[in-house]
């Protein structure tokens, strides 16, 4: 059977193969530290499951609207109300199966076949290949740690062309961990605009950033499309929910597409997610921010000490993207090397785009600090020992 | 906001807008009869919900293998052997986020820009808006009750071009309830396969046949293309979770394409849907079957009595087409009459295609015996006192 001229342009997730690779070791009684996963850890907040056992205790678990419960959508226009001291109408949100769906649905809605959307390079892997399900083109915007791995209004803009659609950012950045400041978020929106594009935010992991804030793109304007998850902050991976926040004028659009698509979220997810803003989830979840950031703060000076370079500190996520140069002149050398005579897991930068992949690799800190210790005393004693 | 070529070819669930309506009425307290609803009112199985309690209780929702969870393939495969006494590799067992999931996954792995898919009119109606979101074209091959509402081997060739990618039935049908003879999809499959050409069969009313039993069309060939759910038949509809049984050549290709759009299908439904193979399910399962038998047999001579025209008796699904010529000149405006004056909501077929939709109307039997006899006895004051 002949494949659709897309799937030449879609790529595997090499980080699967990499944890098929530790799993194996496992399996043969290898002890990994992984620092290649990006999730958390931690398990669906105590007062989240309950919600979801209460639900689906009946077994009433059918359908719900095409664009998620009303009072979900309305629960999370109040989470920009008490996070962000932002009015969003419930009408605009749309609750969707992650925020892959969201990316589906955003990027299905708006572009045509040669459409071509701005994507940063490194950027998070699946992104061009939704603009590729959906026959456009990504175009790279080579970002490094100059601009702080984030793209600049002037690089946006004279990468802009006759073709381009839009451009997506995320904030908090995978693999990077990088943020846009909020006047520079604003004078990309401003170029956008100007050249009658689509700015679309990808905000999945605010709520874990470290020292600072993330204001919403909505602050900036309502024509901005934000994606959200309950994945990484409400930590609620495997539940598969998330959200998109759209202009008025796209809604009907895209409700037409996730009525044929999906026909609704998750209902267990949905009625779940309702109890991730309850005032002792938010609190639990600010313990687990600080616990992340205990963890970067442990895993960030230990990299520099074993010779990766990481010039911009990341400031949210749960990433550090390093550049390796001074241990090895390639990083998917470098990640099997770790992971059969070190025991350590990380991701090569091959996932993240074409922009000196070689040379980069990210460690994700979604373990605990002991494991991450030992993870860097691992690389210690395999540099030590002439593996560097 | 400039929308996507895409969407023009993308018409909304119009049931959608019939449910608002009937749940408008039902709010000024007005009682309505759902016949409009491809929706069982059966709970969850109780072992189903027992295994969702039981796993997400510690918590520990993370993402699963991207094409599913090892034990629930290999659970399916099982399912073929008891069920169709088939030997199907897990390995070709993927699983999805609904048979919507399996819908994008197997069409977008196909389907290359202006590729053109044959399709029954009547059918589901995300058929061709799943086809079309992969930039194809869909193909309607006119169906009707002179051959039991489904495509013959020799309607089929001769509506096959030079651009035609592949031929997708479903068996039993929605609208209609029918199914394909064996024979006859062999024959189908013969067609498809002397042009080179995919198969795919949406097999989600399997298990739900009235005084006969549906093979799989994995009897026919391993190179047919099979869609399934967990909705219909095994009663997990907001759970959203369905499989495909893929020719071993293609899996790899649908794997690549399931990490980038999905990631994993939900966890819970997964660990749910386990539970759906236990005996004391299958038990309730049919049971449940033999409730349906009992609907159809209310409701298909209630039907006929009132004046709609069943030519073609529906062996299996919930559904009844029905012809409503000697009633009304339009579907539309009977659906709107019955659902305002009688209190009965049922699907007119616009949104089934563009064959003769105005002649038709689709009931569902997915309420109880009750609530049909109470629906049927209001058309009859309705028709009875002029309506007609």
């Not at 934000?226 to 930590?235: M, Q």
């Not at 796209?250 to 698509?261: G, I, M, S």
């Not at 390796?324 to 991701?347: F, H, P, R, W, Y």
């Not at 605990?368 to 030992?374: E, F, Q, T």
Request: glycine fraction near 8%; proline fraction near 7%.
């Amino acid at each position: 059977m002949q494949l659709a001229s897309r799937m030449e342009g879609i790529a595997p997730f090499h980080v699967m193969e990499l944890m098929a690779k530790a799993k194996a070791l496992e399996a043969q009684g290898r002890d990994i530290v992984h620092m290649e996963v990006g999730e958390p850890d931690f398990p669906t907040p105590r007062p989240v499951i309950d919600a979801a056992r209460t639900f689906i205790a009946d077994g009433r678990v059918f359908y719900t609207h095409p664009l998620g419960l009303p009072q979900l959508r309305e629960a999370i226009a109040g989470f920009y109300t008490t996070r962000y001291g932002l009015t969003v109408d419930p009408a605009r949100i749309v609750v969707t199966a992650g925020a892959s769906g969201a990316l589906l649905l955003a990027l299905g809605a708006l572009t045509s076949p040669n459409d071509e959307w701005l994507l940063t390079d490194p950027g998070y892997p699946c992104n061009r290949h939704f603009v590729r399900f959906c026959e456009g083109v990504p175009r790279a915007l080579a970002v490094d740690a100059t601009t702080h791995f984030q793209p600049t209004a002037e690089k946006v803009g004279s990468g802009w062309t006759a073709q381009t659609r839009g451009l997506l950012v995320a904030s908090p950045a995978n693999p990077t961990g990088a943020l846009i400041a909020p006047a520079e978020l604003a004078r990309l929106w401003q170029v956008v605009e100007s050249r009658g594009g689509t700015l679309i935010v990808d905000e999945i992991y605010h709520g874990l950033t470290y020292g600072l804030d993330a204001p919403t793109a909505l602050e900036i304007s309502d024509d901005i499309i934000v994606i959200n998850s309950f994945s990484k902050y409400f930590g609620m991976t495997g539940w598969r929910l998330g959200w998109l926040v759209l202009p008025p004028h796209l809604v009907r659009a895209v409700e037409k597409l996730a009525q044929n698509l999906f026909i609704s979220p998750s209902a267990p997810a949905q009625q779940a997610a309702l109890a991730t803003f309850l005032p002792e989830t938010l609190t639990l979840l600010e313990e687990r921010r600080i616990e992340f950031r205990a963890r970067r703060d442990i895993l960030l000076p230990g990299l520099r000490t074993l010779g990766f370079d990481i010039a911009a500190e990341p400031q949210g996520a749960f990433y550090i993207y390093a550049d390796i140069s001074a241990l090895s002149q390639d990083s998917t050398v470098l990640a099997t090397e770790l992971i059969e005579q070190a025991g350590v897991a990380a991701t090569p930068g091959l996932d993240f785009g074409d922009n000196a992949p070689v040379q980069h690799m990210r460690f994700a800190y979604t373990v605990s600090a002991d494991k991450l210790i030992k993870g860097l005393e691992r690389m210690q004693r395999h540099f030590g020992a002439g593996g560097r």
